[in-house]
């Protein structure tokens, strides 16, 4: 009874093993990968099913974020427009299953305004958003793309072109879409898993791989039952 059980908690403690290199596995492929699927391709249109456009004439109030799926179980794709200042003026979220194509109208009550946008394409994982696909477009002439954070002074050095243009005073800010969610979005980790997750997770396997070799040396130096 004794090796009996000896085996039974080896076996269970070499489970417990597998699934938590399975857990590291999945986060390294996050963490490296940098695109999460199943969303497959994403890109602008000014109609559904449309040809890809990266720039919009001037005075445009309806563009389409159009995205391909594939694999999905029930799987969580948030869709976020940022306008040339960075902020964000569509968000929505739905959940799919099996593969197909989205088609998501983004509709402004007024023009938007000139300038670079981004649109980014976001998949749930245990709870958390990552990073799946992201699309600059334009509306007018081409220009830097928009930063997601509080705008730069207007006086900057030619020789950066990350920082966003300056926006123009005749031209109207870009409206809130009329389908906008207003909730504050979940917290995103556009880098990857955390380093606290990674190495709770590696503290984890190294104990559990302790128990193992605990385990099977019992195991193996457990007295034979006489007959």
């Known amino acids: 009874m004794r090796r009996l059980r000896q085996f039974g908690m080896a076996l269970v403690v070499t489970l417990l093993f597998l699934a938590a290199g399975h857990t590291l596995t999945q986060a390294d492929s996050l963490q490296q990968g940098g695109s999460i699927r199943p969303v497959q391709k994403i890109w602008m249109s000014d109609k559904p ?42 968000l929505e979220t739905k959940k799919y299953s099996g593969a197909g194509r989205e088609n998501l ?73 009329v389908n906008a969610a207003p909730a504050q979005p979940a917290v995103v980790g556009d880098s990857g898993v955390s380093a606290p997750m990674l190495i709770g997770a590696g503290i984890l396997v190294v104990g559990l791989l302790a128990l193992v070799v605990w385990a099977v040396r019992g195991f193996l130096n457990a007295p034979k039952a006489s007959s």
């Open 49 to 90: 099913n449309g040809a890809a456009l990266t720039i919009f004439p001037s005075g445009l109030k309806t563009v389409y974020v159009v995205f391909d799926y594939k694999d999905a179980a029930d799987a969580e794709i948030q869709v976020r427009v940022l306008d040339p200042k960075g902020a964000t003026i569509f």
């Open 105 to 177: 109208e983004m509709t402004a009550s007024d023009p938007l305004s000139d300038g670079s946008y981004v649109t980014n394409v976001y998949v749930s994982l245990n709870g958390n958003l990552f990073l799946s696909e992201s699309n600059e477009w334009n509306v007018g002439k081409a220009s830097s793309a928009p930063q997601p954070t509080t705008a730069a002074p207007a006086q900057q050095p030619a020789q950066q072109p990350a920082q966003p243009a300056a926006p123009n005073p005749a031209s109207k800010p870009a409206a809130q879409p």
